[in-house]
């Protein structure tokens, strides 16, 4: 094989790119934590942290443009840059809905605990997870597992839903409630959004991967 | 070695090829020189080095830089300046008698080099800046003219390279190799530029855009637009180079 020192500028992108993703990580991670240990700090540090985020999504799509402005790159090199460019974008995403869980928290935080969290924390394990599988195909160039991680998407909206109605439940029978249950049915739905973002990102990762889509395929799987 | 160019201009007889070009060509980088045929691109090229003056009617005015010596002032030899500033041509072309060896070393030669263990690591020096050594060490002594198109053009960078100029010019050196071949000298490019100043001419604005750092843009002999290579051809600032890099003209 000849060596091609596009290589080397196209393996700083994947790693850019694998930066920008455990700083995405991290801030769902720490939301959660400041949600459930009811930390404003936490919280706090989240919505200030998101600015990076937005920076290396800028920076990278960048090196993107110029890669494929000066390399033109084809095939697989095409759909990895591709591809990357797109995942840029979720994962900027998923920041802002970490930032959107420590907003509601920081809500939640005026007023005392309406109910122990549990389908929470585990829509977020969940949504989490699926995040890093995303990730780790991307490394691992496993087309498997970013199929896998699609088909995961189904159990976090079905526990989002669970949320939904037993916090309806709350309001119908106190009013008192609504703010919070609201608070708290926002976060799941933020929390749905992550699960949708890694099922993008996995779906692109498939894509790279395999050179054709899952996209919108998946409902009969 | 710094290289920059003031108010150059070139002629062809009546003809001026080259309009008042003032360029600073950065340093251990690869600068490349984009424009349609006849723009001027090899003309320009060909000023760096004094080559452009062999040409019979042909002159030069304005002034070309050497690290703060200006090339055209009276009392430099032209031979000096372009040992000090190597070219590569379009076409390879090794001496035809000679051997790969002899190719390499006629430069040093010329300049005297006569002892067999200074010529040799010189040789094999320059084989490897050019990346051919591994593909030429067992056939040295045969013609240079027996090597495939891509390995004579590197055989051409090695001559160049073995006389341990300062810069490096190379007016369109892919121009007549095949992808393969190609994709080698773009690398070596980039690998060279560790060590030399390079600059490049080429009408393939692809190659432009893979191997060099800057580009300037040439358009009827004047520059048009000079910048780093990402921008040149991400966001261009002048309407002639968009309408040049996207095809609509040239």
């Given at each position: 094989m000849m060596q091609r020192h596009f290589d080397e500028e196209l393996k700083t992108l994947k790693e850019q790119l694998l930066s920008m993703a455990g700083m995405a990580e991290q801030s769902v991670g720490k939301a959660i934590k400041g949600l459930v240990d009811r930390d404003p700090q936490l919280a706090q540090a989240v919505i200030e942290e998101d600015s990076r985020i937005n920076r290396l999504e800028v920076e990278i799509e960048e090196i993107c443009l110029n890669l494929m402005a000066r390399y033109q790159p084809e095939a697989k090199d095409l759909r990895t840059i591709a591809m990357i460019f797109k995942i840029v974008n979720d994962l900027e995403r998923v920041g802002d809905q970490a930032v959107n869980v420590s907003e509601r928290t920081l809500d939640l935080l005026?007023?005392?605990?309406?109910k122990p969290l549990i389908d929470i924390p585990k829509m977020a394990a969940l949504a989490q997870q699926m995040l890093k599988d995303s990730l780790d195909a991307f490394v691992s160039q496993d087309a498997e597992l970013a199929r896998a991680v699609c088909r995961r998407d189904d159990e976090v909206d079905h526990l989002n839903d669970q949320v939904y109605h037993d916090l309806l439940v709350y309001m119908t029978q106190d009013a008192k409630t609504i703010t919070r249950a609201i608070d708290l049915i926002l976060v799941g739905r933020h929390l749905e959004r992550v699960a949708d973002h890694a099922t993008n990102i996995a779906e692109d990762v498939y894509y790279l991967v395999k050179g054709t889509t899952i996209k919108h395929r998946l409902a009969g799987d | 070695m710094s290289l920059a160019t003031e108010c150059l201009s070139a002629w062809f007889g009546s003809n001026r090829?080259?309009?008042?070009i003032t360029i600073a060509i950065p340093k251990h980088q690869a600068t490349a020189i984009i424009g349609p045929s006849g723009c001027g691109k090899s003309t320009f090229i060909r000023c760096l080095n004094r080559m452009?003056?062999?040409?019979?009617?042909a002159r030069v005015e304005g002034k070309v830089w050497l690290e703060g010596t200006?090339?055209?002032?009276?009392?430099?030899d032209p031979v000096q300046i372009r040992r000090r500033i190597g070219m590569v041509f379009q076409k390879p072309n090794?001496?035809?008698?000679?051997?790969v060896y002899d190719n390499v070393a006629a430069g040093l030669r010329l300049n005297g080099v006569r002892n067999r263990a200074d010529l040799d690591s010189a040789v094999e020096e320059g084989l490897r800046l050019a990346a051919l050594w591994d593909e030429v060490k067992e056939k040295?002594?045969?013609?240079?003219?027996?090597?495939s198109g891509g390995q004579q053009q590197r055989l051409c960078i090695a001559r160049a390279l073995a006389v341990k100029p300062e810069l490096l010019l190379m007016d369109?050196?892919?121009?007549?190799?095949?992808p393969i071949a190609t994709a080698k000298i773009e690398e070596l490019i980039y690998h060279l530029k560790q060590k030399y100043t390079v600059v490049l001419v080429t009408h393939n604005m692809q190659q432009a855009a893979r191997a060099s750092d800057f580009t300037g843009f040439l358009l009827m002999g004047e520059l048009v637009e000079f910048g780093l290579t990402g921008k040149i051809f991400?966001?261009?600032?002048d309407s002639r180079t968009e309408a040049y890099i996207t095809g609509r003209f040239g």
């Amino acid at each position: 094989m000849m060596q091609r020192h596009f290589d080397e500028e196209l393996k700083t992108l994947k790693e850019q790119l694998l930066s920008m993703a455990g700083m995405a990580e991290q801030s769902v991670g720490k939301a959660i934590k400041g949600l459930v240990d009811r930390d404003p700090q936490l919280a706090q540090a989240v919505i200030e942290e998101d600015s990076r985020i937005n920076r290396l999504e800028v920076e990278i799509e960048e090196i993107c443009l110029n890669l494929m402005a000066r390399y033109q790159p084809e095939a697989k090199d095409l759909r990895t840059i591709a591809m990357i460019f797109k995942i840029v974008n979720d994962l900027e995403r998923v920041g802002d809905q970490a930032v959107n869980v420590s907003e509601r928290t920081l809500d939640l935080l005026r007023e005392p605990l309406l109910k122990p969290l549990i389908d929470i924390p585990k829509m977020a394990a969940l949504a989490q997870q699926m995040l890093k599988d995303s990730l780790d195909a991307f490394v691992s160039q496993d087309a498997e597992l970013a199929r896998a991680v699609c088909r995961r998407d189904d159990e976090v909206d079905h526990l989002n839903d669970q949320v939904y109605h037993d916090l309806l439940v709350y309001m119908t029978q106190d009013a008192k409630t609504i703010t919070r249950a609201i608070d708290l049915i926002l976060v799941g739905r933020h929390l749905e959004r992550v699960a949708d973002h890694a099922t993008n990102i996995a779906e692109d990762v498939y894509y790279l991967v395999k050179g054709t889509t899952i996209k919108h395929r998946l409902a009969g799987d | 070695m710094s290289l920059a160019t003031e108010c150059l201009s070139a002629w062809f007889g009546s003809n001026r090829a080259v309009k008042e070009i003032t360029i600073a060509i950065p340093k251990h980088q690869a600068t490349a020189i984009i424009g349609p045929s006849g723009c001027g691109k090899s003309t320009f090229i060909r000023c760096l080095n004094r080559m452009h003056e062999v040409i019979p009617e042909a002159r030069v005015e304005g002034k070309v830089w050497l690290e703060g010596t200006d090339i055209y002032q009276e009392g430099m030899d032209p031979v000096q300046i372009r040992r000090r500033i190597g070219m590569v041509f379009q076409k390879p072309n090794p001496f035809p008698t000679m051997t790969v060896y002899d190719n390499v070393a006629a430069g040093l030669r010329l300049n005297g080099v006569r002892n067999r263990a200074d010529l040799d690591s010189a040789v094999e020096e320059g084989l490897r800046l050019a990346a051919l050594w591994d593909e030429v060490k067992e056939k040295l002594h045969s013609p240079g003219t027996s090597l495939s198109g891509g390995q004579q053009q590197r055989l051409c960078i090695a001559r160049a390279l073995a006389v341990k100029p300062e810069l490096l010019l190379m007016d369109e050196p892919c121009s007549a190799l095949d992808p393969i071949a190609t994709a080698k000298i773009e690398e070596l490019i980039y690998h060279l530029k560790q060590k030399y100043t390079v600059v490049l001419v080429t009408h393939n604005m692809q190659q432009a855009a893979r191997a060099s750092d800057f580009t300037g843009f040439l358009l009827m002999g004047e520059l048009v637009e000079f910048g780093l290579t990402g921008k040149i051809f991400t966001n261009p600032s002048d309407s002639r180079t968009e309408a040049y890099i996207t095809g609509r003209f040239g």
